[in-house]
């Protein structure tokens, strides 16, 4: 019998070794607890501020098991719409073995943008498919809402994106080896 690896299965395997590594890098640093679920957490009546036994800790590394809601490019661009009044440019950038997306200085409403609303809405799609294949929707939605920076121009006219960190590997293998061509 041949073993079937589905696209669910893997990223519960990839979800699950993340997770992983993150109480392994916790253990580490010195933190021997055991970590509780939520609920035995209350249960245990343990509401202190425990490095691993917190029930915020517990949620977070839970969060990491749980899939996230794919991202689309009209959402995209609707939360960056939302964020800064203008719909800009957003691209992946590849800076060593790490991913960002940068929400560009440049609006589709500019009369010097490059792209037209399909060509743009096209761009966005392509960039959300990437998000949604390395499960980072979330981290995208939680960077745009809580980016303290405007993209645009500093007072010595340099050009500024917004990065956000997409923390994904990309020096691995598989798709992600695509980006090894940059």
Known sequence: MAFVCTAAALSACQLHAQARKHVHRLQRRGHQQRLQPPQAAAAAGDDGPGPLSSRDEAERLNKLLQPTKPITGEEL???VLDKWGVSYD??????????YLHVMWKFLEQQSFPLT???YMAQLDAVCSYLNLWEVADRVRDGIAGSRRHPGYTAGGSARAVSINLDVDVGGMGRSAEWNTF
């Open 90 to 99: 957003v691209t992946l950038q590849r800076r060593g073995k790490n991913m």
């Open 77 to 79: 661009r609707q939360l």
């Open 117 to 119: 609303e399909e060509e």
